[in-house]
């Protein structure tokens, strides 16, 4: 498709923070963005798997939803969702010639040709004008001050957690990178977050006052309880602003999803006060045990092969869940042999990420993922060396080479979790969909 062409074009655009471009081309659109009932959720992780949970909830309540999201697993339309579909490929190509003039109008006039990011930011606002939404989820890309997608007004704001990464763009501290998360919250929005470092909070509040916003933290105003591994689901508690659920069951593996439904059923609980009364419980409680997100500790079971996890953790506190959930899941005792598959991109604390391997595998092997900003493999096996001397390391650096390796590394009672970088993992994933 010649529009898709032109999208993979603006990559060598890079990334530009700055509203600019935006705003300007949606002043040319009409502003489609104004009449847009959304919901913002940024963070550092969390965010998709949040934004996943509250569009079952809300299409389970009977609401037509908006869900942006990135990046994509095997298919570019994955990022841009309406009622549970993709959006076609028709609407795609539709849309794509109707701005692809703006990109070339605003250097014209003066400005830095728009990135790819921003593109795909005023194609998925365009699309979402154009058809009968009811609300729309809008993941940030990238800090939330300076993203494209600061360009809306939304009914609720939702901040999921801070840690570092981007660490170059959003800051070297979490107040600096709370700050920057900040910067989506606008004049009397409510704010619900999952941040727990004080000093971060207290970030996010100082935006709450100077907005006349109301903040609603975690473990403070909403919570949820330790949860039991039922051997499918988690389940848990919530108690939220108005209400209380028990015995809820998450279909996600890892207790960190639990944050994230809260972060979602808090959500919910101030929409119903918004006006979207049909949000029932029992749409609840179908919703979290029917959500299914890829490559957030998803796993695939095969019948002559080991199984495999995928999962899309690549930076320090991502690592950390992802062991977490592995722990809860006692994969030493339930499965074989344990082997990771992983890579990362250059910009990322690689040492920190493998600090949080608290979960041993029998044996790790190093990729290199598809991107320019990929690490060395050799130089993150140096470092796996460090820590772990004594174990069995090696690097093929082709993605499908090392996942043909890694099945085969584990026995049918062993399993296979590939992690570092969500390049990696979805061009993983698409391997596997192809070959097995």
Same mark, same amino acid.
């Given at each position: 498709?010649?529009?898709?062409?032109?999208?993979?074009?603006?990559?060598?655009?890079?990334?530009?923070?700055? /509203?600019?471009?935006?705003?300007?081309?949606?002043?040319?659109?009409?502003?489609?963005?104004?009449?847009?009932?959304?919901?913002?959720?940024?963070?550092?992780?969390?965010?998709?798997?949040?934004?996943? +949970?509250?569009?079952? +909830?809300?299409?389970?309540?009977?609401?037509?939803?908006?869900?942006?999201?990135?990046?994509?697993?095997?298919?570019?339309?994955?990022?841009?969702?309406?009622?549970?579909?993709?959006?076609?490929?028709?609407?795609?190509?539709?849309?794509?010639?109707?701005?692809?003039?703006?990109?070339?109008?605003?250097?014209?006039?003066?400005?830095?040709?728009?990135?790819?990011?921003?593109?795909?930011?005023?194609?998925?606002?365009?699309?979402?004008?154009?058809?009968?939404?009811?609300?729309?989820?809008?993941?940030?890309?990238?800090?939330?001050?300076?993203?494209?997608?600061?360009?809306?007004?939304?009914?609720?704001?939702?901040?999921?957690?801070?840690? %570092?990464?981007?660490?170059?763009?959003?800051?070297?501290?979490?107040?600096?990178?709370?700050?920057?998360?900040?910067?989506?919250?606008?004049?009397?929005?409510?704010?619900?977050?999952?941040?727990?470092?004080?000093?971060?909070?207290?970030?996010?509040?100082?935006?709450?006052?100077?907005?006349?916003?109301?903040?609603?933290?975690?473990?403070?105003? %909403?919570?949820?309880?330790?949860?039991?591994?039922?051997?499918?689901?988690?389940?848990?508690? #919530?108690?939220?602003? #108005?209400?209380?659920?028990?015995?809820?069951?998450?279909?996600?593996?890892?207790?960190?999803?639990?944050?994230?439904?809260?972060?979602?059923?808090?959500?919910?609980?101030?929409?119903?006060?918004?006006?979207?009364?049909? +949000?029932?419980?029992?749409?609840?409680?179908?919703?979290?045990?029917?959500?299914?997100?890829?490559?957030?500790?998803?796993?695939?079971?095969? /019948?002559?092969?080991?199984?495999?996890?995928?999962?899309?953790?690549?930076?320090?506190?991502?690592?950390?869940? /992802?062991?977490?959930?592995?722990?809860?899941?006692?994969?030493?005792?339930?499965?074989?042999?344990?082997?990771?598959?992983?890579?990362?991109?250059?910009?990322?604390? +690689?040492?920190?990420?493998?600090?949080? %391997?608290?979960?041993?595998?029998?044996?790790?092997?190093?990729?290199?993922?598809?991107?320019?900003?990929?690490?060395?493999?050799?130089?993150?096996?140096?470092?796996?060396?460090?820590?772990?001397?004594?174990?069995?390391?090696?690097?093929?650096?082709?993605?499908?080479?090392?996942?043909?390796?890694?099945?085969?590394?584990?026995?049918?009672?062993?399993?296979?979790?590939?992690?570092?970088?969500?390049?990696?993992?979805?061009?993983?994933?698409?391997?596997?969909?192809?070959?097995?």
């Amino acid at each position: 498709m010649e529009g898709i062409e032109w999208i993979w074009s603006l990559g060598k655009f890079g990334s530009k923070p700055g /509203l600019e471009r935006m705003n300007w081309m949606l002043k040319r659109l009409g502003n489609p963005q104004c009449n847009l009932p959304v919901i913002h959720v940024a963070g550092t992780n969390g965010k998709g798997s949040t934004c996943f +949970i509250l569009e079952r +909830i809300l299409t389970k309540a009977g609401y037509r939803v908006g869900l942006f999201t990135s990046p994509f697993v095997l298919n570019f339309t994955e990022r841009i969702v309406y009622n549970s579909n993709p959006i076609s490929n028709k609407d795609l190509e539709k849309l794509i010639q109707k701005i692809k003039p703006l990109a070339e109008q605003a250097e014209k006039e003066g400005l830095e040709h728009p990135t790819q990011f921003e593109m795909i930011t005023v194609l998925a606002i365009l699309y979402y004008s154009s058809v009968d939404v009811d609300i729309v989820i809008l993941e940030t890309g990238l800090g939330g001050r300076l993203d494209a997608t600061n360009v809306i007004e939304p009914i609720v704001s939702v901040i999921t957690n801070v840690d %570092f990464d981007h660490t170059d763009v959003l800051g070297n501290t979490l107040e600096e990178i709370a700050r920057e998360k900040a910067g989506i919250v606008k004049d009397n929005t409510p704010i619900v977050t999952g941040i727990r470092n004080e000093k971060a909070v207290k970030e996010i509040e100082k935006y709450a006052h100077v907005t006349n916003s109301s903040t609603y933290l975690i473990k403070r105003d %909403f919570s949820f309880d330790e949860s039991n591994f039922n051997g499918k689901n988690f389940t848990f508690n #919530y108690k939220g602003l #108005y209400k209380e659920l028990e015995g809820l069951e998450l279909s996600l593996i890892g207790k960190h999803q639990l944050h994230n439904a809260s972060l979602a059923l808090c959500c919910t609980e101030i929409l119903q006060t918004k006006g979207y009364k049909k +949000i029932q419980n029992l749409d609840i409680y179908d919703a979290l045990l029917e959500v299914k997100i890829p490559i957030r500790m998803e796993l695939l079971t095969f /019948l002559k092969k080991g199984d495999i996890m995928l999962d899309a953790a690549h930076n320090p506190a991502g690592i950390a869940a /992802l062991m977490q959930g592995l722990e809860d899941m006692n994969v030493n005792q339930n499965w074989g042999k344990i082997v990771f598959l992983t890579g990362a991109l250059k910009d990322k604390q +690689i040492e920190k990420m493998i600090d949080n %391997f608290f979960v041993l595998p029998d044996e790790i092997i190093i990729t290199k993922p598809n991107n320019k900003r990929s690490a060395n493999p050799e130089e993150i096996e140096g470092k796996l060396q460090k820590f772990y001397n004594n174990m069995k390391i090696k690097t093929i650096s082709e993605i499908e080479k090392a996942t043909y390796e890694g099945i085969n590394a584990t026995n049918k009672k062993g399993l296979l979790v590939i992690f570092g970088s969500f390049y990696l993992v979805a061009e993983a994933k698409k391997y596997i969909k192809e070959s097995f």
